[in-house]
């Protein structure tokens, strides 16, 4: 499996990205999809995920409201669409694959994935 992350920028605080995560080699919806951030020098953190189904989403408390995750089956492509954006937003974003969900919906834990992304950077200036 591969995961391909891409959308990542410079934007003002207030604007909108949206990132992308391409996934190849496998069956893309019988995994659950999350994106997870990480500024240098702390630990990378959970997002938002999407479950195999699509019924199951979760967010991270920080960007509850302003962030969207959304998965297109048909173009094995995962979305993040981030609104209202702030400079504590900072991070490399990163795509991960939970090929074990199970139906139990994206786990938040990111040991828990086994595919990750190459990163994108977001920045957001103030």
């Known amino acids: 499996v591969q995961l391909q992350a891409f959308g990542g920028g410079l934007v003002q605080a207030g604007g909108s990205l949206r990132l992308s995560c391409v996934v190849s080699g496998r069956i893309f919806n019988s995994y659950a999809m999350s994106w997870f951030r990480q500024v240098s020098g702390k630990e990378r953190e959970f997002v938002a995920g999407?479950?195999?189904?699509?019924?199951?989403?979760e967010y991270a408390d920080s960007v509850k409201d302003r962030f969207t995750i959304s998965k297109d089956n048909a173009k094995n492509t995962v979305y993040l669409q981030m609104n209202s954006l702030k400079p504590e937003d900072t991070a490399v974003y990163y795509c991960a694959a939970d090929p074990r969900e199970y139906g139990l919906g994206p786990k938040t834990a990111d040991d828990e994935y086994d595919y990750w992304g190459q990163g994108t950077q977001v920045t957001v200036s103030s």
């Open positions: 999407i479950s195999w189904t699509g019924d199951g989403i």
